[in-house]
């Protein structure tokens, strides 16, 4: 509005006083050719690099402490990883009652089970909201999970994949959720 009634007045153009308008950002001005130069080193280096300086700039860890923890973490998924294996739907559910006491239990019992020397782990589960969990916390933690009538009530029957060991993800599916909300 008032760029409109500044345009339509009428200003002597010897004047020093004239309003420049300009349609740039702040933000866009920053990647301008004139202050590409401020840029270039720090975008010519590789997203570790960049993560490294970063963490030295914000007084996080050093280099050498984020290999060891990557080295510790390397045959593991990363939350996001494993968030993307479970089914769209299901992840929605998951991501709404991330606070169920059934879920926080169900990630603790699943993750309990991987470490364990067992094959095959069962649930016979109250209704199909608890199962419907129940199979997304598998596919976060790429387990094998099915759905079967036996003695009268649906169970789950778990399975960890054949000839491959299981490594949890850097965090549960309960940490994650929360550092999702978070995020959001």
């Not at 860890?61 to 045959?75: D, L």
């Not at 990883?81 to 769209?88: G, N, P, Q, T, V």
Request: aromatic letters at 8%.
């Amino acid at each position: 509005m008032n760029q409109v009634f500044l345009l339509e007045q009428e200003f002597d153009l010897e004047e020093d006083n004239i309003i420049e308008f300009t349609t740039s950002s702040t933000f866009t001005r920053l990647f301008e050719e004139e202050n590409q130069q401020l840029w270039a080193p720090f975008i010519n280096i590789t997203e570790e690099e960049q993560n490294d300086l970063l963490d030295c700039l914000c007084g996080r860890k050093n280099q050498s402490e984020r290999k060891k923890q990557k080295e510790r973490t390397s045959n593991r998924d990363s939350g996001f990883e494993s968030f993307s294996r479970i089914d769209k739907k299901i992840r929605r559910i998951l991501r709404k009652h991330r606070d169920s006491e059934f879920l926080t239990a169900m990630d603790q019992d699943i993750l309990e089970y991987i470490s364990l020397d067992l094959q095959e782990k069962m649930y016979s589960l109250h209704d199909s909201f608890q199962r419907l969990i129940c199979h997304g916390v598998c596919q976060y933690y790429a387990l094998n999970s099915s759905s079967k009538e036996l003695k009268g009530r649906r169970t789950i029957v778990i399975r960890k994949p054949r000839n491959k060991s299981i490594s949890p993800p850097t965090e549960t599916l309960r940490q994650y959720l929360e550092n999702l909300r978070l995020c959001n």
